[in-house]
């Protein structure tokens, strides 16, 4: 778990990196605005991305990849139980203000939530 998390800030610390360099070279004035537009806009689509991908690929192992996979894959679990929670909260507190006659309407109103959520 702790190479996951140094694999990680490899890659944070070289985006980290980027971002200052380039706030130093505006600030400085080197370069005129729209070249840092320019090239603020090439890296931030192509660069970041790229360095990303390449730097996980160097060190991620199938044991690694499975170990992201089974965390993902909880967390997708957890965000998906806590909504479908929060909406039953909801439900149960707008049904506790209005008449018993709107009740299967809040119900088809909570399963659709969680059917537009998964």
């Known amino acids: 778990m702790l190479s996951t998390f140094l694999i990680s800030l490899n890659s944070v610390l070289i985006i980290i990196t980027v971002i200052i360099i380039g706030f130093l070279i505006g600030k400085s004035r080197i370069v005129s605005q729209y070249f840092i537009n320019d090239v603020s806009t090439i890296v931030v689509n192509v660069a970041l991305p790229i360095s990303v991908f390449i730097s996980s690929q160097n060190y991620i192992t199938k044991q690694n990849f499975n170990t992201l996979l089974i965390g993902f894959i909880l967390s997708m ?32 109103m909570q399963t659709l939530c969680l059917l537009v959520y998964l």
């Open 77 to 108: 679990i957890s965000i998906g139980l806590s909504f479908w929670l929060l909406s039953l909260l909801v439900v149960h507190c707008i049904y506790k203000r209005i008449e018993k006659a709107y009740s299967p309407m809040l119900l088809l």
